[in-house]
């Protein structure tokens, strides 16, 4: 045994005992920046890298998750380091599968909606590249790393184990490594707790003064808080909600909440005196809601023909809104969903259909139940798929058609094939007709088109050139697919008597989360701006039908998703001056301001398009309709306006309001 007492023998014998102890600890800070730092580069959100700063609140948010690793003994500290490791890389790379596809962070509420995740099969397994391979080499390397000191040091306490003197030493040891343990553990706390949350208070006091109070925007909070940081502010603001919507509303949050409220009801008696109102009363209603149905399409041709055929031909005696925005969120299908049939805009995190789904809302189908018609949701899916099963008693269906009441005759996609899932549905609605000559409201959701839109190639009929077998490509085919499918619905409601006497609206659900400017301008042949990149992505088709085809035409006022159950009600005669409808009839209205969950805006006169640090000042300005970049400060008021409608549909869902505001009236 070596002579400890040989001052030399017993510095090296320190730095060993150095080494061995926090080596690991920082191979494991040094790793975990490196894929923080790639995740970072994988966002392409600021086209920049990690900043010094980040790297300091990175660092900084690593020590506070895992300082506690320090108070264990060496033996069991390198286990625990891997299976922290392990766990910090799935929750990195779950984030970036995740942003790959909707833009944005997991979140708390997204979480409780994990079982949906196993369904979305080949949509995750598409956003997985073969170079994030790269990301899970070290976890191997440290388990073999771990596994043979752990051997090493079990045969040295072996060795050991003889030997008094050892014993007693080990003692020592042992009461000297407890305290060294319990020091460095506490300031690895300290000093993380400085680097993290001193650069972010600096930051919220100053270029991001305010964001945190009322922006809920996960990618401006990640350019302060950095990716570890976002999620544990994630987390307190989300117990911070949940408490909050427990909590009573101020009488002054009240009576702003009545006050606006009172417009729109206004709003909806001066409808009631336009020549439209009412003049379809009676009549069925067919409102199909499609994938990822984007406007950009619309008109358009590839390899000499048509995308869009049936669509096409159907605008000529329909109503086409050429500039309809998706006001989706996180919640994506299930707030395009939300926004159509209750008229309220989506949270601004997680989907409301899954947080609060028992909460009391003014659905199209409740209202169109009560005035006699039978309601019916129809969707080749899993029911419980965003929840939907138990949100569609709250929203006093009659029915709801899911997977269960389907033939798998045509499996394309996800699911059902469109062709087949609209025939089969349109034979339920005749049957139902025969038995039940009441009227009908039937909302249909589409799959076809779903993320990552490879078709059989069976059902690939257009020739995209230079974009086949990419993903464009494909989503160009699925669109060409999803169309002929509607056409095949139209035909089967003339040739089932129902065309005259239905009112038949369609539109986009969201983007195909294709967010790549060069793949739009490779299929238009064009460089695009970025204003109508903004609109590329935002915008949907909205074709309505009315049974006489009156009032067909292009529209080109701004319009939402919000609107379209205010303009149902409005063409069938029912007012809307005692619901809780956040939209306007599309009809009688003019000069409105559609507003996205963003923050973004579009009227007749105005763009707004927020910035990636989400502060106005750095947003972008645009005059309408020449699409020209103007001063910021022309689109304060109605960016203000925005904002309060967003903060007044927020406290009304989470808060449950509806019911409060009725008991005063």
């Not at 319990?182 to 930051?203: D, E, K, Q, R, Y």
């Not at 990822?292 to 109503?319: C, Q």
């Not at 078709?455 to 077998?469: I, K």
């Not at 949907?540 to 939402?560: C, F, I, K, R, S």
Request: hydrophobic content about 40%; aromatic content about 12%.
């Amino acid at each position: 045994m070596p002579n400890i007492s040989n001052p030399i023998l017993v510095s090296n014998h320190k730095k060993f005992t150095w080494l061995k102890s926090y080596l690991p600890y920082l191979l494991f800070l040094i790793i975990m920046i490196l894929k923080l730092g790639y995740f970072h580069d994988e966002l392409n959100a600021r086209n920049i890298d990690m900043s010094r700063l980040d790297y300091i609140i990175a660092a900084g948010s690593l020590l506070i998750v895992s300082f506690w690793v320090l108070w264990l003994p060496i033996r069991i500290r390198i286990i625990a380091l891997s299976l922290l490791n392990l766990l910090l890389t799935g929750i990195i790379f779950a984030d970036l599968v995740y942003y790959r596809y909707f833009g944005d962070f997991i979140t708390v509420p997204v979480l409780l909606q994990t079982g949906q995740v196993g369904s979305l099969g080949d949509s995750i397994r598409s956003l997985i590249y073969s170079s994030d391979l790269w990301f899970f080499i070290d976890l191997i390397l440290l388990a073999i790393f771990g596994l043979l000191y752990v051997i090493h040091l079990y045969r040295r306490s072996r060795r050991n184990r003889s030997s008094l003197h050892s014993v007693q030493k080990q003692k020592a040891d042992k009461q000297a490594s407890l305290r060294n343990r319990l020091v460095s553990g506490v300031l690895a706390f300290v000093l993380g707790i400085i680097l993290t949350v001193g650069p972010i208070h600096h930051s919220s006091k100053t270029w991001a003064a305010g964001l945190f109070e009322g922006n809920w925007w996960n990618m401006s909070l990640y350019n302060v808080t950095g990716l570890l940081a976002f999620h544990g502010y994630d987390v307190y603001r989300y117990n911070k909600e949940r408490m909050n919507s427990q909590a009573s509303v101020s009488n002054e949050e009240l009576e702003e909440t009545i006050a606006y409220f009172s417009e729109k009801q206004e709003e909806a008696r001066k409808a009631i005196r336009a020549e439209t109102f009412g003049k379809y009363k009676g009549k069925n209603v067919i409102i199909v809601q499609v994938e990822a149905f984007m406007n950009f399409v619309i008109g358009k041709e590839i390899g000499g023909e048509e995308i869009t055929p049936h669509f096409n031909n159907l605008m000529k005696d329909s109503l086409y809104f050429e500039n309809f925005y998706h006001q989706t969120g996180q919640g994506r299908t299930s707030d395009a969903d939300f926004l159509t049939n209750i008229s309220l805009h989506p949270l601004p995190t997680g989907s409301v259909f899954v947080r609060y789904p028992d909460h009391e809302y003014d659905s199209l189908s409740s209202i169109l139940g009560s005035e006699g018609y039978h309601t019916a949701a129809f969707h080749a899916y899993e029911s419980s798929f965003w929840n939907r099963y138990t949100i569609y008693k709250n929203m006093k269906y009659d029915e709801f058609l899911n997977r269960n009441n389907y033939i798998m005759d045509e499996a394309v996609g996800w699911s059902l094939g469109d062709k087949s899932f609209f025939k089969q549905s349109v034979n339920y609605i005749t049957e139902e007709q025969g038995e039940n000559p009441a009227p009908f409201y039937s909302f249909m959701i589409t799959l076809t088109s779903h993320h990552p839109y490879v078709m059989p190639a069976s059902l690939q009929e257009l020739n995209t050139g230079s974009l086949d077998g990419t993903m464009m490509g494909d989503y160009l085919q699925s669109i060409h697919y999803a169309d002929a499918a509607l056409g095949e619905l139209v035909e089967q409601l003339k040739k089932e008597g129902l065309w005259e006497d239905t009112l038949l609206l369609v539109y986009g659900d969201h983007d195909s989360s294709i967010k790549e400017k060069a793949d739009y301008e490779t299929f238009l042949g064009r460089s695009i701006s970025d204003l109508e990149m903004h609109q590329i992505m935002n915008q949907v088709p909205l074709l309505m039908h009315l049974p006489d085809g009156n009032n067909a035409g292009v529209y080109l006022e701004p319009a939402g998703q919000i609107d379209i159950t205010p303009t149902v009600l409005h063409l069938l005669g029912i007012s809307t001056e005692e619901n809780y409808l956040m939209g306007s009839d599309l009809l009688s209205t003019s000069k409105r301001m559609t507003v996205l969950r963003t923050g973004a805006f579009a009227n007749s006169d105005l763009v707004y398009i927020p910035s990636e640090d989400h502060l106005f000042e750095n947003g972008s300005c645009y005059e309408m309709p020449a699409g020209e970049q103007t001063d910021i400060h022309a689109c304060k008021p109605s960016y203000e306006k925005s904002i309060f409608e967003l903060a007044i549909s927020d406290r009304l869902i989470t808060h449950n309001l509806i019911h409060k505001l009725r008991s005063k009236e």
